[in-house]
């Protein structure tokens, strides 16, 4: 079979090396892919990114099978377009996607279907947002309505910094946040407190299959402090999704979501990724929803996983995922993201990366923001690489990751110390 991966980050990466991994496999392409895919002999780069453009070539080079990585396409209705033309594409339609492309819309979907969330209200004039968060009180959170690549949320420890963020999404748009129809809109909600799990779900349509439970960290520096990003370092189990974390998930979120979005004429498929927070007592709220796999929490996962990824999207096209069991390697796997210089909010790029290991069994290295020229790797976005290391425990597979990164060498490089110390705190 002949697969299309779409996308160029760490993820894309990691699902393209594990599709290649199958039997059935002729040839994996990746569009745009990135300097990792680009020199793996296993993988094709495709320099397409336009969304028609690519659908013309997948029907021209009878792609069997597209896996849509990033939520940006998604939102914009690839899957819808590609079906239309008769293509095997699995995530969700641009109707579905709006879980994760518009705030406003996914709040007020959990209110209706009563799946549990954090208290909140929805904005589009920034006065009245203000007298609303003068009214409540911080810690409070403010969250821009469109696609911002991780970094549309503020949590503002003050007031001050409630404000800031009212504006800056609302007036100004520093964020550079893809405004939803009807123009700009915030969602102010409740600050809530516990640790966070990414919960990850495949859905056929009609059926709904758990992926391996995760974490990620999203602030930019140690002891979860400075600026949220997309994702600096992720491990696969999470200690805190116990057997317990684990059936209240799918019972209170994952389900409810799925049988509501086929009741309000909007059937999921594709992956669904539920955001959570849980207390002390093991009680969830839901943070956020994404239509797309995490990114860096697919790096370990996919390293975890033991079943043929070709198969399990073959069955999630095809109503499939009751007939299919997922099988998961024991051990941990944990990713530590090296990103560039400036990232979060000015990555630069074009520095030479030195020190690259050999990829292994057990460490492999994952590319997202690298390109290839004339042999040699540079960086070209935020978060250049994600190193993800499996062993018998988390202690090992931290130790293991972070000897190889150690030889790993470009300017202005910046990545975590403390991957997975939550983890080793359980
Ligand atoms: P989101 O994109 O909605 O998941 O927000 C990004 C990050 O901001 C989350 O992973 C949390 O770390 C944080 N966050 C979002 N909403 C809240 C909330 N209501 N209370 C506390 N932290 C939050
Ligand atoms: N790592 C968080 C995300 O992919 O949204």
């Excluded at 002999?41 to 029907?59: E, F, K, M």
């Excluded at 009245?128 to 469109?146: C, E, F, R, S, T």
């Excluded at 190193?387 to 425990?393: L, Q």
Aim: charged share 20%; glycine share 10%; proline share 4%.
């Amino acid at each position: 079979m002949k697969v299309l991966v779409v996308g160029s980050g760490g993820r894309e990466h990691a699902m393209a090396w594990k599709l290649a991994q199958s039997n059935r496999i002729q040839q994996v392409f990746v569009a745009p892919g990135n300097g990792g895919t680009a020199r793996d002999s296993h993988l094709i780069n495709v320099p397409i990114s336009d969304g028609i453009q690519l659908r013309q070539w997948a029907l021209d080079n009878k792609i069997d099978l597209t896996l849509v990585g990033p939520e940006a396409p998604l939102a914009a209705g690839m899957v819808d377009d590609f079906r239309l033309h008769g293509l095997r594409i699995f995530g969700p339609t641009q109707a579905a996607a709006q879980l994760e492309s518009s705030k406003a819309f996914s709040k007020s979907f959990m209110q209706r279907h009563g799946i549990p969330t954090a208290e909140f209200q929805t904005f589009t004039q920034a006065e009245q947002a203000h007298a609303y968060v003068d009214a409540k009180g911080a810690p409070i959170v403010v969250k821009a309505d469109g696609l911002a690549a991780g970094k549309g949320v503020v949590v503002a420890m003050t007031l001050a910094e409630a404000h800031e963020a009212i504006d800056f999404m609302l007036l100004d748009n520093a964020l550079g946040v893809a405004h939803n129809e009807g123009g700009a809109r915030v969602v102010i909600e409740e600050f809530l407190q516990g640790e966070e799990a990414s919960f990850m779900v495949l859905c056929d349509g009609k059926h709904v299959l758990a992926l391996a439970t995760s974490q990620d960290h999203k602030r930019l520096l140690d002891g979860d402090e400075g600026p949220n990003t997309g994702g600096m370092g992720a491990y696969s189990p999470a200690p805190v999704v116990t057997a317990e974390v684990h059936a209240r998930a799918m019972r209170e979120v994952i389900l409810p979501t799925i049988k509501g979005m086929e009741k309000d004429g909007i059937p999921y498929t594709g992956f669904l990724y539920a955001g959570l927070m849980i207390d002390t007592q093991g009680r969830i709220k839901t943070l956020e929803f994404n239509c797309r796999m995490g990114d860096p929490e697919t790096q370990p996962i996919l390293m975890r996983m033991k079943s043929d990824f070709l198969e399990l999207l073959l069955a999630a096209t095809s109503e499939g995922l009751d007939q299919f069991e997922l099988v998961w390697d024991r051990r941990v796997a944990l990713g530590v993201v090296m990103a560039a210089a400036g990232y979060p909010m000015n990555p630069r790029k074009g520095d030479a990366i030195a020190g690259l290991p050999s990829d292994q069994d057990e460490v492999m290295v994952f590319h997202a923001g690298t390109a290839q020229h004339d042999g040699k790797i540079v960086t070209s976005g935020g978060r250049v690489l994600c190193v993800t290391a499996m062993a018998e425990s988390v202690r090992l597979a931290q130790q293991k990751a972070y000897s190889a990164v150690e030889p790993i060498a470009f300017d202005g490089m910046q990545w975590r110390k403390d991957i997975g110390y939550r983890a080793l705190a359980q």
